[in-house]
């Protein structure tokens, strides 16, 4: 898992460095893979320590992100609002653990990325979202499983990838937009030059 993780981190570093062209975003994307993958496997904490350190990175990021844009009152409102529906397929999945065994589990993440393009256009929001969501719906679903057991059932670094591997697809989803932008121009350019030549 820890090679799957790194993998990730050092994916996104990579397409942040290359392809992101806003220098405040490529910093904070950064920054974050940076601290995550330091973070990752310390080995000199116990594991609720650590677990609070990633919710702690996962939260502290995830506003960042957020902030970067001035946005409606109302708009704030929905990283805590679909947190709620995070903490209950994370219980669900804990309890049914059988159910992460399907195939179509990484299909349903992409699905639960695309639906929160719904909420929030720009990629930052995107972003500042999902590790929002991920960081509140965890705590959430940590502290109603500490009030039947120890709360022991989670798997630290699982947290940071799957924030990881949300924030691959999003980049991918940005990338797919921008190319989507640039032959929508470039074929508008092409009507254009044939227009002035007739």
């Not at 490529?26 to 080995?43: A, C, E, N, Q, V």
């Amino acid at each position: 898992m820890t090679a799957t993780y790194y993998w990730y981190a050092w994916t996104i570093s990579i397409i942040a460095y290359f392809f992101i062209q806003k220098s405040q975003l490529r910093l904070k994307i950064l920054l974050f893979t940076g601290i995550s993958m330091s973070t990752y496997s310390l080995s000199f904490w116990n594991g609720q320590q650590h677990f609070y350190l990633h919710i702690a990175v996962l939260g502290f990021f995830g506003l960042i992100f957020w902030t970067s844009r001035n946005r409606g009152w109302i708009e704030h409102f929905w990283p805590f609002v679909l947190s709620i529906g995070y903490t209950s397929f994370q219980l669900f999945f804990m309890v049914n653990p059988v159910w992460l065994e399907l195939p179509g589990i990484p299909i349903g993440l992409i699905a639960v990325l695309l639906l929160l393009k719904y909420f929030c256009r720009d990629l930052e929001g995107l972003i500042g979202m999902w590790l929002l969501m991920v960081a509140i719906g965890t705590l959430c679903s940590y502290l109603i499983l500490s009030l039947y057991s120890d709360g022991g059932v989670f798997f630290n670094n699982q947290i940071l990838l799957l924030a990881a591997q949300g924030i691959l697809i999003l980049l991918f989803f940005h990338g797919l937009e921008k190319l989507k932008s640039m032959n929508k121009k470039k074929r508008i350019q092409r009507i254009n030059k044939g227009a002035a030549l007739m």
